[in-house]
């Protein structure tokens, strides 16, 4: 992981292995002084932070995207450089969770009031009116919940947004993985050309990272609503060419030539059946895509 000394800026290379879950102290190769470097899980992320946040996978900056565009995992966990340790956050409260920052409340005194002499009878209406606004409150948060899911979509147009993301990045991958595997096997000489060089390790293990990955996000939108019910037979047909692309790289191809094509015709198909989500995708959809296009750059093509 290349990163810089939160202390002298100096940048230098971090080994992921050297990096805990608990995190720790390491000093700076330049300047001597010592940060904090520790992993955690990505639903942290929403917390604020000193600087850059890393992928915990393969080291590269994460910015503000939900999924890391080196190696393609989504949703992944972090990696924090700051000058010093953070606050621990922990669960409060008899068994709830919740995440705060340490520290305790502090004790008071009991006020001790004395009972008047003569005990007036007690107005029970107060209880009824909070009964009624607390009823009032519930309708109202119920009704505009409902209002956001039938007709904005809720958290459906950004499960469908990432959900693209990761097909539309799964066939990036697999594309320049057999178009790297052509060239390497053009290079080849006398009688290593009759076969096909090998997908490199770390390849292969993103390869099958985000396969998984978009196995989750498809499967985030099983139970969308009725409107979403084209788009989703479409997704349908790009996740099928998705897999063909995954298992373009899995068979044993015949020549470069034959490689390249396959690659460049999966990649065109692709396209192709994804263009008419223009005319598909709800508005509340196309909104929360138009959005994204900043961070998921390869769904421009659908702006």
């Not at 996978?57 to 000058?83: F, H, M, S």
């Not at 209002?147 to 097909?167: E, I, S």
């Not at 047909?237 to 999966?266: G, H, T, V, W």
Request: charged letters at 25%.
């Amino acid at each position: 992981m290349h990163c810089p000394c939160p202390k002298c800026n100096a940048t230098f290379d971090l080994p992921l292995d050297q990096i805990s879950d608990s995190g720790g102290f390491h000093p700076c190769p330049e300047c001597g002084a010592k940060f904090w470097v520790g992993r955690e899980a990505f639903t942290l992320r929403v917390y604020p932070k000193q600087g850059n946040v890393y992928c915990a996978d393969c080291g590269a900056v994460l910015e503000e995207a939900t999924v890391c565009v080196c190696c393609g995992a989504l949703w992944p966990d972090y990696i924090r450089v700051q000058k010093d340790k953070p606050a621990a956050r922990k669960a409060r409260g008899g068994g709830g969770f919740s995440f705060e920052f340490g520290g305790s409340k502090p004790a008071y005194a009991p006020v001790i009031v004395a009972e008047s002499a003569e005990k007036q009878p007690r107005d029970w209406r107060w209880l009824w009116w909070a009964a009624c606004a607390a009823l009032v409150i519930a309708l109202v948060a119920g009704g505009v919940t409902l209002l956001k899911d039938l007709d904005f979509g809720g958290d459906h147009d950004r499960d469908f947004v990432v959900a693209l993301y990761g097909l539309r990045s799964g066939i990036d991958q697999n594309v320049k993985v057999a178009r790297n595997r052509a060239d390497a096997w053009e290079k080849q000489s006398g009688s290593a050309r009759a076969i096909a060089p090998p997908i490199p390790d770390h390849e292969t293990a993103r390869l099958s990272k985000s396969r998984a990955a978009i196995d989750l996000a498809m499967d985030k939108l099983k139970n969308a609503p009725d409107k979403y019910a084209a788009v989703k037979k479409r997704y349908d047909r790009l996740f099928e060419i998705c897999q063909q692309a995954y298992r373009m790289n899995e068979a044993r191809p015949d020549s470069p030539k034959n490689l390249r094509e396959q690659a460049n015709a999966i990649e065109k198909s692709f396209v192709e059946t994804a263009l008419p989500l223009k005319q598909e995708m709800p508005s509340g959809m196309r909104k929360e895509l138009v959005q994204s296009v900043g961070r998921y750059r390869n769904l421009a093509f659908l702006k």
